[in-house]
């Protein structure tokens, strides 16, 4: 890991300085656009799109504590525009990235949202991770009327015109894991655990209300919050020994995992003595990103919920996993979210060729039915309220940071993200 | 006549070493009482205890009859009680007539220093004050500019603005020349019509000159009290002080 | 008049310096600046409102608070929580995200509903009136600040240990107010505030109008502070921080006029917050915890611990760093700052305000000469940035 | 609690046992951390905000060595780890010496100007871990022999690296005990820092006492972070957690007192500890940093402190 790197700040500089040569480049060599698709018929509304350039903007934490996790998806998404643009740009146009880094810091990323709009004119911007960024971008867009593809599983409670989510809402995790712990696992008492944000708690606000009101006999024993970023878990741990829960339900995330994991093996907790007394950890907050950080032979035994795996075996997912490994160093990892953030450029795309147009209304309305065939994590749709259909997945971790995937959801799950029967 | 300052059986303790330990002792109206005894002997704690910046483990100290020991440090000034320490300890980044104009005893409140107005009064006391510790050419001069000696006598001036009832010196001469010694004992001299001081010196020669009464105080205790040719003549003194 | 010319102005080097300040700000700025930064100015300067109090409070007062960001986020939260119930109110007639509408319960705030609360808590009811909000932006953060005050400097708490005493208070704050989340809006903080009695505040003309409200109420703090600065208040405060034991012993209550100046600094701290809420239309627990409290910090040392007028700049000149490296630079720029801020403290001790008395007269000159043979070929006059200092003694 | 009833007396001893422990463990957690900061806080009253960034060194350190034995010599792996302690002591102390040079000795009679430059140090040194190692959070492998726990019953866990810590927690007080207070050196030292001006009168080299002083209280910020790849995250802003609860250590233990510092990670640990078990983590935190805040008025001193004669 520490091998392989050109030091990210050189390689900003590499990238900031090649981004120069190619605007010092690019109006030399000033084609007309595509006849098709004359710049004044596609851009009504002053975006910043010229007869061969389309800019967007990619608004993730470069700095800070959540630096660390948005790595990926800024990663997944240069992946992405790369291949578009290799493959002929968006009608014809190539796909200039404007940079910005949200600091870990929500007011920073409401700003920088607002800069890429007002002042870069993107034609659609890629960002935010965490839940309380995109709260905080959320007036910015529906204000200035631009549109956000936003990568991350989230609580869910929210449907807007100028956003798609490319992850999945709550819904779609949670009860088809739930029932999957209590069919094939028999479970019947939950202790649920997360981190302290509004994610976590109402992800198992969902859960509490699955578990209590639809399995039956199914109870909850126990719910605890850690705020985030905290290390120490062992009083907790000490509580769960004793309310002995045969599925240990966690949705913690972020530095957390970290301390969680290994001193739930300095405990004694560990995949191997989980199934020796009936019992399972589930979590659907811990993809291989964070496994990296924690060490496999920390969480071997343990079971997450997502929609995609690193491991998942189908062709799309053979062609992009080397594709993200030759791009950005073969020791590198795709959990969930570098996944759903892959998915935001390609879904761009498709609804820009539908609508014909660059045009946000135009974009927002055609969304609908837009699909990605190849999405690694197999097909995608986009539903009306602007979430994705897809399927959920079991994975149990293995020592070697990655997954085995058990099962799967028969079909597509339809997002839900105001679900009636859980408020 | 009655006491002015009446203290006894005053006890302070730090983690068990007693610094002053059981003393009584009393101060009269008017009268300039100057406290010796060697290194150690207590003194400067018996000031601290008698202003209010240490507070005492057992005893009492009475002025004018009102019980001091119980009070924060500026109830006691508003008492009449004014303190100069023993490193002169004036406002480096004022003038010599700022430090006066803090230290002069209208506006203490917050609303009363916020809305305090220099009147014609006030400024008059200040050159009044200036004069008398013989400042009156330094009185737009920063306090750090001035000569140790001066910075004595500013302290001295500062607690002599508020007009104290009585006024606890901590080494008023320490580092003066010989002239400026003179001019403090003169200053004292004057300084004590009308209000009652106590001193701590080591210079006996300068004890000579002002003392109306001596007290020595060792190991806390006092040893004993007296004018300055008894105490001379005192055995027991010679052998812990004089002597060395 | 005369004194009031004196103490609020400080004189004529006092007048000269507010004046350029003045033209800065209500001149320069709005002509050169286009509307998205001149919006962002705004939020530099709430900031600024901060500054100003530590200039009064840590440089003269020699109170080090790590914790003013408690008081700007409750300044902040208050206002932000009448925002949010107005929005709230108004949210059927709202467009964008329909099916949020749809959904949320008319009159209470979203994040509530999120949280299955039902109806709104006690505690939010006195943000229904405006007028009353304006008053408890003020009460509670002063009340605060007395309560703590009062608490500390009674008991001599003071220095590294108050400062580090508020940095712990920030974080109490930062967990509660994230693990209350039904009533607080949780990490999310209270987001997509529009509009303040019936007024959009984010329209053009909305936010213009903010930025000269705001430069306006920070030119009303400077006065104010000056005003208490050139008081026997502010020399005492001078003198408690160089030698509290003689204050003390000057019959005056240290620990009194200790609380009133963090009181003062705690109110102008919260008008900050509270303007920032109407400026950029949200407000989160990130605002409030330890390392924008430190920013805050930074922003008056580099500006110049002594200088009210400085704090500004300092305010300005950091957050205009912040977004510009950050905006050139995103992998950098932590190095950029941490540099700045180590740089200022190691040869720039009174920051930019002593800078400029350092080097002012020096330039000065040079400048003087420099018109003095360029008058022949063009009447051009450069105006050296005005940053006084010691201003008020 | 039915939850409570419905278990066994045998079980409550066990939770009981472990829970204690925990407590224990959080407490070589604090010492560990407020070790080093004790000393340049502490003893030399310098506000380290970089402290937690001297740990995220420390544990970088670890993580290289770590993954320089998994790639060159597997064979070494079960005993790296002591090598590892102390190549993150060595390397944090030589970064501190030099931070000491460059910046610290100019702001030593200015402390609060301190903080500032140190907050700046302490994003450069962040944002530079984040350019050499990439944001991404890694970890080091650690030996078998360091995970897992020890079960003397059946229901009874002690963590391994729980008494790990809390056995290398105690040898490194005991260190520092032997260094400030029985060799010559520490004498150097606690005369320096009581008096400067008399201490250099006498021929001690003070500069150079100060510049040492700083860089082992570095050096021990190193080895805590070593220790805490055992139980945490190694990431470019992992030791910014830390900085606040360290500096509550060592502020409530009374600053220049060696045993204060050692009484008040144990007080503050262990009230922790016991509320997050009865109450919930978050309610635990508050509980317990208010109580420090009124405790730290009531005693603005700290827990221990000797009554001088001022």
Redesign the interface.
Known sequence: MLSRRIPQWLQGMLRGAAMAGLAAVLPLSAHAADPKFPTAAVNTTGLAVTDDVVTVGQLHSVTGTMALSETGSVEAERLAITEINKAGGVLGRQIKIVQEDGASDWPTFAEKAKKLLVQDKAAAVFGCWTSASRKAVLPVFEKENGMLYYPTFYEGLEASKNVIYTGQEATQQIIWGLNWANKEKGAKTFFLIGSDYIWPRTSNKIARFHIERYLKDCKVVGEEYYPLGYTEFQSLINKVKLAKPNCIYSIIVGGSNVSWYKQLKAAGITGESLAKKKQILLTISTTEDEVRGIGGENVAGFYACMKYFQSLDNPNNKAFVPAFKAMWGKDSVIGDVSQAAYLGPWLWKATVEKAGSFDIDKIAAASEGVEFKGAPEGYVRIHKNHHLWSKARIGEMKLDGQYNVIAESPDLIEPNPFPKGYQ | MIAELEIKNLTVSFDGFKAVDDLTFSVEHEELRVVIGPNGAGKTTLLDLICGKTRPTGGSIRFKGRELSRMQENSIVRQGVGRKFQTPSVYPKLTVFENLEISFPRGRGVWGSLFFKQSEDVRERIREVARDTYLSDHLHTSAEHLSHGQKQWLEIGMVLIADPKLMLLDEPVAGMSVRERQQTADLLQRICRGRSVVVIEHDMNFVKQIAHKVTVMHQGKMLVEGSMDEIQANEKVREVYLGH | MHTLYNRALGGRSGTVGLALLCVLLFLIFPLALDNFRLNMMSKYLSYAFVAIGLVLCWGNGGILSLGQGLFWGFGGYCMAAFLKLEAARNIAAESGSDQIRALTTVGLPDFMDWNQITSLPYIWYPFKSFSLTILLVFVVPTLLAYIIGTAMFRRRVGGVYFALITQALCWIMEISFVTRQGWTGGINGITDLRTCLGWDIRTKSAQIILYFLTCGLLIGCILIGRFILSSKLGRILVAMRDGEDRVRFSGYSVSKLKTFIFCVAAAMSALGGALFALNVGFMSPKLVTIEPSIYMVIFCAVGGRNSLIGAVYGAILVSYGKTYFSEMFPNLWYFLMGGVFILVTRFFPDGLAGAVDYLGPMLGRKLFSWIGRAQANFPAAVVPIPVEANEGR | MP??LA?SFA?LKD?FL??G??GF??FA?FLLMALGLAIIFGQM?V?N?AHGEFLTVGAYVT??LS?MVVNHAPKLLPYYFPAAIVCAFVVAFILGYIVEIG?VK??YN????T???T??????L???C??????????A??PEWM???W?PSEGL?I????MFLLALAIVMVLLVYALMYRSRWGLKVRATMQNRAMAGAVGINTKRVDRVTFALGCGLAGIAGAAFT?????????G??YI?DT??VV?FGGAASLLGTVLSAFTIAQS???L??FL???????FV??G??IL???R?QGLIA?????
Do not use: C
């Open positions: 939850l409570i278990t079980e939770i472990m829970q422990f925990a463990s959080l957690v009253k506000i905000m993580v290289f993954h910046l100019y702001l200015r402390p609060l100007d903080l500032l430059a907050w700046g140090l302490s994003m450069i962040q944002q530079a984040r350019s050499l190692f990439g944001a991404r959070e890694d970890t492998t650690l995970m897992g726990s079960s866990d963590p391994i690296n729980g055992t139980i945490g995250s190694v990431s470019p802003s992992a910014s957690l606040v500096f509550i502020v922790q500890s016991i997050e078990f919930t983590g978050v309610l635990a935190k508050i940093l208010v420090v805040i730290l008025m009531i603005p000797s009554k001088v004669r001022r």
